[in-house]
């Protein structure tokens, strides 16, 4: 069950992010990063679908929650770009993960460090998530936009959380079907991929592994869809009977299934 938070005091920070989220401290004393009215529901609604799959698939993703905002508890100096009428309704939030950073450029002369390299307790999720990325068709995890966390919260234990999915279902187009990412749009077309992947012995036996647990997490998210989508909340007006048939009509069909696999098994070859 996802919970519902509070806001418990004013926000002082937006993020510049395209979706310009803002960090609310709630009822629970977490902070949350939190997603609200000025996207269109269905973004919302991929957010909830990425992070809840993620969990079912075992990979580190951020705890979520849906946060009522009170708009006294707005950032005054950002007014004019996250109004009072975006928090009518549940934001999703994400919690804020203070000890970590984004995988981006700046962190690449660090993981040519094999000794920071070490410390990266879940290197093969990397991997995982991109075969995750080409099975949700999302189209926003790249070599030049990875949304991933460097989770360093641990002392000299790192791990990969993924976040953002609001660009799942090939930018939320699933009512025209399912399309294969392009190389440029997954991140094993990075130089993270490379440096962590490409002098290694036993690349196929992850690879092979990743793909065995592909079938068993997504029969699971399979299992579960009904579940999670009880949880939506009702004031996003979202004709849920419709998506559940879309998405199980296009993410679990045996075929879809099999296309991502031999994607990602080509994938892997080309650029690894």
Known sequence: MILTQQSLYRSERMFTTGDKPILVTCSDMSDWVCKHGRLYPSVL???VIGSTFAELWDLKTPKISFVNVHTDHLPNEYLNIVQPAFFNK???????????QVLDKTLLPSFKNQTFRSKIVNKEDLLKIALFDIWLGNEDRHHANSNLLLDQTLPNKYYFNVFDHGAIFNSNTLIHGLQLISDNESIICSDFAQILFRKGKTLTKIVDNVVKDFYLCTLECEAQLSTILVDIPAEWRLDLPSLEVLIRN??????????CENHFRALIQANI
């Open 45 to 47: 609604f991929s957010e």
């Open 90 to 100: 549940p934001c999703f939030g994400s919690l804020f993960i203070e000890e970590s």
């Open 250 to 259: 296009n993410l679990f069909t045996a075929n879809w299934k099999s296309d």
